[in-house]
């Protein structure tokens, strides 16, 4: 299985989300899957302009050339990705949320019915199953541990995929592994 963890943790300096993704990414490793991390907060990712050339012009293609050209073909080659988010204000940050704004490429600009509802078209076949690793600090909740966790899946239903774990780094990070790959 081939995970792709998207790392929205800090930049630098001590993060705790860090340590915790490397025992996490490790027992991933030894539990047999190719897992392979993105540091988001390493790249220079734009937020998104509204130019629908991804739709347009250039079918699937983003005009804006950043960071996103390396997260694109990963996302499409996972089987799994697990997004790691530290909540800021008791929902994911503005580096996550651009990076899912961004993703928008990745399906037509046509709409369908979906269970009664209206979504993009697919683009590809196949999207990978997404996964949620939070990082909650104090005063976060259960209640935004539970917004969060809602949001991500309407993402996922957005991306015509399922959020099929989710964890808190408050879990030891080798049972969050088991958890991942088991989902």
């Known amino acids: 299985m081939k995970i792709l963890i998207l790392d929205g943790g800090a930049r630098s300096g001590n993060d705790p989300l860090a340590d915790y993704l490397a025992s996490f990414e490790a027992a991933l490793a030894s539990g047999g899957a190719e897992v392979r991390r993105i540091r988001l907060a390493e790249m220079e990712i734009r937020f998104c ?4 050339s991804c739709w347009w012009a250039t079918p699937g293609l983003c005009a804006l050339r950043d ?44 709409i369908e019915l979906v269970d009664g509802e209206c979504h993009h078209r697919r683009r590809y076949d196949r999207y990978p199953e997404l996964g949620l690793i939070v990082d909650p600090r104090d005063p976060d909740t259960t209640e935004d541990l539970a917004g969060t966790r809602l949001l ?11 959020l099929v774990f989710f964890a808190s780094t408050r879990a030891n990070p080798e049972e969050a592994a088991r958890e991942a790959l088991a989902a």
């Open 49 to 52: 302009t509204g130019c629908w």
């Open 67 to 110: 960071g996103m050209e390396e997260v694109y073909p990963a996302f499409l080659e996972a089987d799994r990705v697990v997004w790691a988010v530290p909540l800021v204000l008791g929902t994911a940050s503005a580096l996550v949320k651009k990076t899912q704004d961004r993703l928008i490429p990745l399906l037509h600009p046509y």
């Open 152 to 162: 991500f899946e309407r993402f996922a239903l957005n991306l015509r995929s399922r």
